[in-house]
């Protein structure tokens, strides 16, 4: 069975909107912390002069950047009247790569919920008001990123959408990372995912090796659910091809106030899939707790 990775392809449109895009990208400077080195986050905020508007922040997928999400954080902002942010991880999109040869520990969106993430809104000067105000919205990677940001500071965001998250490992997942290890090797993987990102071997093997490490079977978040005491919102395809079901099952079993939203006839990206579904969802959700 091949992988499915939903990246659009390149055409002479896609590409002028794209140098548009990196046109208006900016770049974070994060001073070195702990074991880590400084790093260069690329960012671009969506409605910036809306200055009164709480923020959405959006995190990407195992193998996104800011390109990567096109223009459905700036549709699903003007629809909910939010500022947004968007920004690379390290090792993705035009932020710092990662280091020929590095891999990603086991605990790697831990660092990115606990460090990186707390260290950018500290870099962009958002002060603690504004952080309460805030929403997450995170996409497979990106949602157990904002999941794991949720239990860590339950005062410094207003809400979570997690969309097709991952709490733990299954055998699906890891099945189609190995496929996509042969689709980047054989196939045209490589080509279609170079556009977006400055260093797409660190991008890729980054994202690959630690999910097909064996130490990284044994990752599970679920014990840190229910500390998440914030509006959470769990969005997954019911087609996925990543994950099953008991991933956003499990997130309401340890932390009951949770809202699950199952999208028939989709897979892992609904952003791409069934936007109007999942832009519903959220727009409901969201707007139900800002009122």
Not at 182 to 198: E, F, M
Not at 211 to 238: C, H, K, M, N, Y
Request: glycine letters at 8%; charged letters at 20%.
């Amino acid at each position: 069975m091949p992988v499915l990775l939903l990246i659009y392809e390149p055409s002479m449109d896609r590409l002028a909107s794209q140098s548009l895009f990196k046109s208006a990208l900016s770049f974070a400077h994060l001073p070195a912390r702990g074991d880590r080195g400084s790093l260069r986050i690329e960012y671009r905020w969506l409605n910036a002069g809306w200055t009164d508007a709480p923020i959405a922040m959006f995190l990407h997928e195992g193998l996104g950047s800011v390109a990567m999400w096109k223009d459905w954080p700036q549709a699903l902002c003007d629809r909910l009247g939010l500022r947004g942010l968007v920004y690379s991880r390290p090792g993705y999109g035009e932020s710092t790569p990662r280091e020929a040869g590095t891999k990603w520990p086991v605990d790697f969106l831990h660092i990115q919920a606990r460090d990186v993430l707390p260290a950018l809104l500290d870099a962009l000067e958002i002060d603690p008001r504004e952080r309460a105000r805030m929403w997450v919205i995170g996409h497979s990677d990106g949602g157990s990123i904002a999941l794991l940001y949720a239990a860590a500071f339950p005062d410094s965001l207003a809400g979570v959408v997690a969309i097709a998250p991952h709490v733990f490992v299954e055998n699906i997942s890891v099945e189609m990372i190995r496929q996509a290890a042969v689709q980047y090797t054989q196939g045209d993987l490589r080509s279609r995912l170079s556009p977006y990102h400055a260093d797409v071997d660190s991008a890729f093997y980054g994202w690959n090796d630690i999910w097909l490490d064996p130490g990284f079977r044994d990752w599970d978040i679920t014990g840190l659910l229910s500390s998440i005491d914030v509006p959470l919102l769990a969005v997954q395809g019911e087609d996925d091809e990543y994950a099953t079901m008991a991933q956003i099952d499990v997130i309401a079993l340890h932390a009951p106030h949770a809202t699950l939203v199952k999208l028939p006839a989709c897979g892992h990206s609904p952003h791409k899939q069934c936007p109007a579904a999942l832009d519903a969802a959220i727009a409901g959700y969201v707007t139900g707790k800002r009122t």
